[in-house]
């Protein structure tokens, strides 16, 4: 995800810096903020369990936990907030604070799962 971010940064400078000096020194004002700019990341939950299990993101960023296992209900559970209990649909958060968060699925023993936000 971080290297998608910093594609689109370079992209976006190269781009403006075709179209002369004000559009380079605008490029050079949107590459700190295009690597800062939030991104969305998927987790899935099928098979009882979260894939990615363990995911890295940065500060903004938002994840959609996807619910695939269709008969199975599963929850997405953190120490300060949670999902309902579900078997389709989805979960969205926004992690705005740095840490280390797990959480799991209440129903299912050792179905666990992190979110590092950097
Ligand atoms: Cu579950």
């Known amino acids: 995800m971080h290297r998608r971010v910093r594609t689109g940064a370079i992209a976006l400078a190269a781009l403006a810096t075709v179209g002369g000096p004000t559009a380079a020194a605008l490029a050079a ?3 700190p903020h295009a690597s800062a700019a ?3 990341h998927t987790i899935t939950l ?3 369990a979260f894939n990615p299990r ?3 993101i940065h500060r903004g960023d938002k994840v959609t936990w996807v ?3 269709k008969v199975v209900p ?3 559970t953190f120490k300060a907030f949670h999902s309902r ?3 389709t ?3 969205s958060v926004r992690f705005t604070k740095k840490g280390t968060y797990t959480y799991h699925c209440t129903i299912h023993l050792g179905m666990t799962g992190t979110i590092v936000v950097k």
């Open 74 to 76: 599963h929850n997405v």
């Open 67 to 69: 619910w695939r296992d």
């Open 85 to 87: 209990t579900q078997q």
């Open 29 to 31: 004002n949107a590459v």
């Open 89 to 91: 649909g989805s979960y």
């Open 46 to 48: 099928k098979n009882i």
């Open 54 to 56: 363990k995911l890295t």
């Open 38 to 40: 939030a991104a969305s």
